[in-house]
């Protein structure tokens, strides 16, 4: 069984920052890309960012690009994004999710694991 679970949300004014953590269990999730989607209120799940099994590549979505940084600690099992420079539209339900493959993966369909998700709310 392979757990994620997302922490670190939280209000926050607009241009302030958080860090959210993915933590997993069960299944070594080390030869995994890890992601991380978000969906806001009366939208579709949106990409955000991911990240290759070894911590060498990354992919960002132009909205969060320059603002969000996604980092991996195979050591501690757990994925990061660093958020700074929050805008009220970053508002959203942040999930972490893990994929099986060498690519980066931007499609959530390539993702097999997902955690439950932590809310950001960012005030203007």
């Known amino acids: 069984q392979v757990q994620l679970v997302e922490s670190g949300g939280g209000l926050v004014q607009a241009g302030g920052s958080l860090r959210l953590s993915c933590a997993t269990s069960?299944?070594?999730?080390?030869?995994?890309?890890m992601g991380w989607f978000r969906q806001a209120p009366g939208k579709e799940r949106e990409f955000v960012a991911t990240?290759?099994?070894?911590?060498?590549?990354?992919s960002y979505a132009d909205s969060v690009k320059g603002r969000f940084t996604i980092s991996r600690d195979n050591a501690k099992k757990t994925a990061y994004l660093q958020m700074n420079s929050l805008k009220p539209e970053d508002t959203a339900v942040y999930y972490c999710a893990a994929a099986k493959t060498p690519m980066l993966p931007e499609n959530d369909y390539a993702f097999e694991f997902w955690g439950q998700g932590t809310q950001v709310t960012v005030s203007s």
């Open positions: 069960g299944r070594t999730l080390s030869t995994y890309a």
């Open positions: 990240i290759n099994w070894i911590g060498t590549m990354t």
